[in-house]
Structures are given as structure tokens and as C-alpha cells.
């Protein structure tokens, strides 16, 4: 048995019926010339055979007795790939509206806790003549050395299906359906201890870094004439808002080494683009609607606290709290503020990993966050407390070449994420080929419709036209 982590633990106490805590993608695939098989009985009898290179996708969940401690992942002898990978066709026209629809559905349902947390789905009938390829994993466990597992089922560099070994072994049939209550109370009490270990261990560790973020805090702190890079709470919005099951979600892509570059001209990053992209589009959204606040909006943006070379399979992120500066009317002095606030997010996480990135226990904490977040979502606290953030903001790096799903060309990959109580707006992108910058907006379809999704697609596509108007970066001063 292998034990979650509080962080990987956590997306399953945090998640209710209106919250499903599973992210996904969309893949559009390109069938060779002159196909005529059956793809979706290919793709599930590749999946059989390589069933065993992935642990995420043969394991499943075991409770702890009274919720006393976090579940344990067992491995499932019985996979029904019948039930996990499954084949739905598009009526009418097939037009990608129709394609984002049914992906925003599938997304709204929950995951069965009693198997393995995955499902794949094959949708033919696009009036392209490509496959859709939806996948969709609890985040509980599709971080780290489980993603790149993932890749080795799912992906080929080449057209050719690569044969895979077969399992050497047969994995020990279980005894029964669950393990057993004096076996999970002992395996929760020897985790428990090695995680108070490694906490005193880490304590001189932790207190340096401590000590060096608030010196870093401490240099963030701007005179009256600047703009304060600490923030604050963020202001009330639409998207602040406790939030149904339902989705709509909206992609789009964009040229990446065309993005990469005029971050470099404007005196940014891809990822200082990306948020301005975001600012722009969300400040014209609200603005358009007379709900734009006078405070600036807030974006909450995941970042990564894995090391290089680690390949654990658990989640390590954290989060960093980005100023969009939609207060500014001007973009350049508005991209300005949003470099600067990134730079210095980025600053305090480097200098706090060895905090953020420890594993406490706490006794019952299943039962308690479970029922409290059941009762945040069905009362009104995410209208009525003040907000962190306004919208999440996630910029992840995917495969750096083109890859093929059973001999078909994957040739766009799109995210689809969370949404929560509070954060109903999910705007994620993510690299693909080292030539496309793929976006998904995830949202509660009751708070930003299908039609208000497509709407700031639109919005984004025209920031970019903004920002490719601004003027040439000065360069920095030569150091004396």
C-alpha cells in the first residue's frame, strides 16, 4: 500500500458533488491517410496491454476506519476497461462547439471511489474527421513520476505502436475486497510517525527559510510612489461565488515561439503573457457588464515545488497570489505591474519550498475538511468572506515534441481544470511541441455560460493584438 500525501489527500477531502477535484485534457487527433479501423477498439487493446506501466491507473482508494487518518492507495486486480475507456459519437454537424459542450459534461460528473480514479473517452464524429480523445484523473494522484507513467501508456514519439514488455510478474491475488482495519490503523500510525519525524528533522531548515523570505518580504516593500507588490485581500466579484456542478468549457491555441518572443520584446515571459492576456480579458469582461471593481483582480497561480530529479508520485505545488493590475488603464504601465508582482511571487516561493513543501499529519483531518467543505459550498461564506483571488491562473509545461496516441498525430492537447467555491473561473495553459500554447476555460457553467466562455476566448485572442502594440522593452542597465 502506498500512502497520500496532506496535499494529494487533500483533493479528495476537498472535493463535494459540486466540486469534482479530477483535471483532464482534450486531445484532438489526426488519423492517418486512409484509416479504416475501429480506433476506439485499438486504443482500448493498447491500453490493456499497458495497463502495468502506469500504478495510477491499476490503483484505487482505502479508508482509513472512522476517516482517522488519510486513505491508502491499494492495487485493484479486477480493472474493467469496458467501464474506464469508453466510445461516445457526435450527432448532427460534429463542430467543435458541440465537441467543448460534451467535454464540459463529462468533466461535471464525479469519479467512482471504489476503482481506479480514470476514464478515458474515445468521440468520433467531428466534422473535421478527427478523434476527440477526452482523459480525465483525480488529482489526488496525477502529479510527478505518475504523469510521466501516464505519457509512456498513452503516447508514442512515432507513428508505430510501440510494443510493450508484459508485466513479469502477476501481481498477488487479494484476500479481499479491502484491507483489514487492524492492518490500515497501523500502516495510518507508522505514517504519522514518519511524518513528525521528518518534520523536527526539517525544523533548522525550515527556520532559515523563514528568515530569508520575510528578508525577501521586507525588500518588496515599495515607497508611497510605487505600486505595493504585498497584496491584500482581492475584491468581490461574479466569480467569488459558491458554484453547481455544471461546466462550460472553451479552448483555443495560440503560436508559442511567437508568444516566447514577444515576451522577450516587451520585457517579459511567456508567463508574464500569459497574465496579461488574462487581466486584459477579464478587466474588459466585468468592465463591459459594470462589474469591474476599482481594486485590482487577483490571480491565484499554482507553481511547482518538485526538485529536479524527483519522480515521487505525489502532488508537490503550492500557490502564488499575482497582481493583474486591472486598476491600470494603461497596458504597458498595467504589464509593467504584472511582470513585477509575478517576479516577486516567484522570489518568496524559492525561499519558503522547504516549508510549503512539508507533509503534516492531522488526526481526523478526512472527517473535518470533508464536512467543512461540504458546508462552505451549501451556505453563502464564498459570497460573503473576503476573497484571496479572483480567478486561477495555471501555467503548465507540456511535451516539447509531437507525440501520436495509437497511431493517430495528437495534434492539439487541450486542459480542462478546477473550478471550486470562491474560484469559479479556471483559465489554464499549457505548452505542446514546443509550437503551440493550448488554453482551457473551465468554469460553473451558472456563473460564465458557454456563450461567456467563447466571450473571453474572444477577449484573450484580442489582448494579444494589445500587447504586440506595445513598444520595445529598454534594455537593463550595464552593472558598474
Known amino acids: 500500500m502506498d500512502h497520500l500525501s496532506s496535499l494529494d489527500a487533500s483533493f479528495l477531502h476537498l472535493e463535494t458533488p459540486e466540486t469534482p477535484m479530477h483535471v483532464g485534457s482534450l486531445a484532438l487527433l489526426d488519423l492517418p491517410k486512409g484509416y479504416d479501423g475501429d480506433f476506439y477498439e485499438s486504443f482500448k487493446a493498447m491500453i490493456a496491454d499497458r495497463l502495468h506501466v502506469a500504478r495510477v491507473l491499476t490503483r484505487k482508494l482505502a479508508r482509513m476506519p472512522f476517516?482517522?487518518?488519510?486513505?491508502?492507495?491499494?492495487?485493484?486486480?479486477?480493472?474493467?476497461?469496458?467501464?474506464?475507456?469508453?466510445?461516445?459519437?457526435?450527432?448532427?454537424t460534429g463542430t467543435m462547439d458541440q465537441l467543448q459542450r460534451l467535454v464540459a459534461r463529462l468533466h461535471s460528473s464525479l469519479l467512482d471511489r471504489s476503482r481506479p480514479l480514470w476514464e478515458m473517452y474515445i468521440i468520433d464524429g467531428l466534422e473535421s474527421g478527427q478523434i476527440g480523445f477526452y482523459f480525465k484523473a483525480h488529482h489526488s494522484g496525477v502529479d510527478g513520476k505518475s504523469g510521466v507513467e501516464m505519457a509512456k501508456v498513452l503516447y508514442d514519439?512515432?507513428?508505430?505502436?510501440?510494443?510493450?514488455?508484459?508485466?513479469?510478474?502477476?501481481?498477488?491475488?487479494?484476500?479481499?475486497?479491502q484491507l483489514g482495519v487492524a492492518e490500515l490503523l497501523q500502516a495510518a500510525a507508522s505514517h504519522s510517525a514518519a511524518q513528525y519525524r521528518k518534520v523536527v528533522e526539517l525544523l533548522p531548515t525550515s527556520t532559515r527559510a523563514l528568515g530569508t523570505a520575510?528578508?525577501?518580504?521586507?525588500?518588496?516593500?515599495?515607497?508611497?510612489?510605487?505600486?505595493?507588490?504585498?497584496?491584500?485581500?482581492?475584491?468581490?466579484?461574479?466569480?467569488?461565488?459558491?458554484?453547481t456542478n455544471q461546466r462550460s468549457f472553451s479552448a483555443m491555441s495560440l503560436p508559442f515561439q511567437e508568444l516566447k518572443a514577444l515576451g522577450k520584446r516587451v520585457g517579459g515571459t511567456v508567463n508574464t503573457i500569459v497574465m496579461a492576456m488574462c487581466s486584459s480579458a477579464m478587466r474588459r469582461f466585468?468592465?463591459?457588464?459594470?462589474?469591474?471593481?476599482?481594486?485590482?483582480?487577483?490571480?491565484?497561480?499554482?507553481?511547482?515545488?518538485?526538485?529536479?530529479?524527483?519522480?515521487?508520485?505525489?502532488?508537490?505545488?503550492?500557490?502564488?497570489?499575482?497582481?493583474?493590475?486591472?486598476?491600470?488603464?494603461?497596458?504597458?504601465?498595467?504589464?509593467?505591474?504584472?511582470?513585477a508582482s509575478s517576479e516577486a511571487g516567484k522570489a518568496v516561493v524559492r525561499e519558503l519550498k522547504p516549508v510549503l513543501g512539508l507533509d503534516l499529519p492531522v488526526l481526523g483531518a478526512p472527517w473535518l475538511v470533508t464536512n467543512m467543505a461540504s458546508l462552505y459550498g451549501r451556505s453563502e461564506l464564498p459570497r460573503r468572506l473576503p476573497a484571496m483571488a479572483n480567478v486561477t491562473v495555471s501555467n503548465v509545461p507540456g511535451p516539447t515534441a509531437k507525440l501520436y496516441v495509437c497511431g493517430a498525430l495528437m495534434a492539439d492537447y487541450f486542459p480542462v481544470s478546477i473550478p471550486y467555491h470562491g474560484g469559479a473561473l479556471n483559465i489554464?495553459?499549457?505548452?505542446?511541441?514546443?509550437?503551440?500554447?493550448?488554453?482551457?476555460?473551465?468554469?460553473?457553467?451558472?456563473?460564465?455560460?458557454?456563450?461567456?466562455?467563447?466571450?473571453?476566448?474572444?477577449?484573450?485572442?484580442?489582448?494579444?493584438?494589445?500587447?504586440?502594440?506595445?513598444?520595445?522593452?529598454?534594455?537593463?542597465?550595464?552593472?558598474?
Not at 514519439?157 to 475486497?177: C, D, F, I, L, N
Request: with cysteine; charged share 30%.
Open 67 to 92: 476517516d482517522l487518518s488519510e486513505p491508502v492507495w491499494i492495487e485493484d486486480d479486477d480493472i474493467d476497461l469496458d467501464y474506464h475507456v469508453r466510445s461516445l459519437t457526435l450527432r448532427g
Open 157 to 177: 514519439p512515432t507513428p508505430e505502436v510501440r510494443k510493450v514488455r508484459p508485466p513479469s510478474r502477476r501481481h498477488a491475488k487479494q484476500t479481499g475486497y
Open 214 to 243: 520575510g528578508n525577501v518580504l521586507a525588500s518588496q516593500l515599495t515607497s508611497k510612489a510605487e505600486r505595493k507588490l504585498n497584496l491584500g485581500t482581492a475584491p468581490k466579484t461574479i466569480f467569488n461565488d459558491a458554484i
Open 286 to 339: 466585468l468592465k463591459e457588464r459594470d462589474l469591474l471593481p476599482k481594486e485590482s483582480l487577483i490571480a491565484a497561480v499554482p507553481v511547482s515545488l518538485r526538485s529536479e530529479g524527483d519522480a515521487s508520485m505525489n502532488n508537490q505545488v503550492s500557490m502564488v497570489r499575482i497582481d493583474l493590475a486591472t486598476d491600470i488603464e494603461d497596458p504597458i504601465e498595467r504589464f509593467k505591474a504584472i511582470h
Open 428 to 480: 489554464t495553459v499549457t505548452s505542446y511541441g514546443n509550437e503551440l500554447l493550448e488554453v482551457g476555460i473551465t468554469s460553473c457553467r451558472r456563473i460564465l455560460s458557454q456563450e461567456e466562455s467563447y466571450e473571453l476566448i474572444g477577449y484573450l485572442k484580442d489582448a494579444i493584438e494589445e500587447i504586440k502594440k506595445m513598444p520595445d522593452a529598454k534594455p537593463a542597465p550595464a552593472a558598474s
